[in-house]
């Protein structure tokens, strides 16, 4: 099984913050990778497919980059309703392993 | 517009079963792969698997095997999962999710709202 590896665990953040996010693969998975964002009670929602498209009605503060191993989604400004945990998923291969999450708390 | 309607939270006891659906609606169902993921109370997503909504052919993750069963009722546009000898593990919110395939990706475009299943004695 691919394991999928994000960092950090958690952060803390100030509005207007640029924040990063990284996932790692522990093999190639070329670039099948998605971004979700999921709010407390609510279900995960994609905000990038294929590592680097935005999905539509998503806002362009949002960015996604990288293939083969490593990952990354940006926050370019941080907004009070991008507190949330957010995860990554590769779709390479079966099972479609999710990342552990990251939850971007308010500093 | 695509609406994937869960069914609502069920108590059962250790032992028991229990069946949750996933009503689509706004696309053709059969055109679109559906797949399940469990969050554990506290907890990261786990993918459970899938189910071609074309042949029925399911597929399960590892940890989803024996226990687990995917189904339809393509009628009325409709995935169900069924868990069998429940445990307090178990215990958890479970999502369908629909695969939308697009330039040689698939990924879950549209997710239900969360089925919770609580074991319980």
């Known amino acids: 099984d691919i394991q999928m590896t994000q960092s950090p665990s958690s952060l803390s953040a100030s509005v207007g913050d640029r924040v990063t996010i990284t996932c790692r693969a522990s093999q190639s998975i070329s670039g099948y990778l998605h971004w979700f964002q999921q709010k407390p009670g609510k279900a995960p929602k994609v905000l990038i497919y294929a590592a680097s498209t935005l999905q539509s009605g998503v806002p362009s503060r949002f960015s996604g980059s990288g293939s083969g191993t490593d990952f990354t989604l940006t926050i370019s400004s941080l907004q009070p309703e991008d507190f949330a945990t957010y995860y990554c998923q590769q779709t390479y291969s079966s099972p479609r392993t999710f990342g552990q999450g990251t939850k971007v708390e308010i500093k | 517009q695509v609406q994937l309607v869960q069914s609502g939270s069920e108590l059962k006891k250790p032992g028991a079963s229990v069946k949750v659906s996933c009503k689509a609606s706004g696309y053709t169902f059969t055109s679109h792969a559906m797949n399940w993921v469990r969050q554990a109370p506290g907890q990261g997503l786990e993918w459970m698997g899938w189910i071609n909504t074309n042949s029925g052919n399911p597929t399960y993750a590892q940890g989803f095997r024996g226990r687990f069963v995917f189904s339809l009722d393509t009628s009325v546009s409709t995935a169900y999962l069924q868990i069998s000898s429940l445990e307090g593990e178990d215990t958890a919110v479970y999502y369908c999710?629909?695969?939308?395939?697009?330039?040689?990706?698939?990924?879950?475009?549209?997710w239900g709202q969360g089925t919770l299943v609580t074991v319980s004695s």
């Open positions: 999710a629909r695969y939308y395939c697009s330039g040689g990706t698939c990924f879950l475009d549209y």
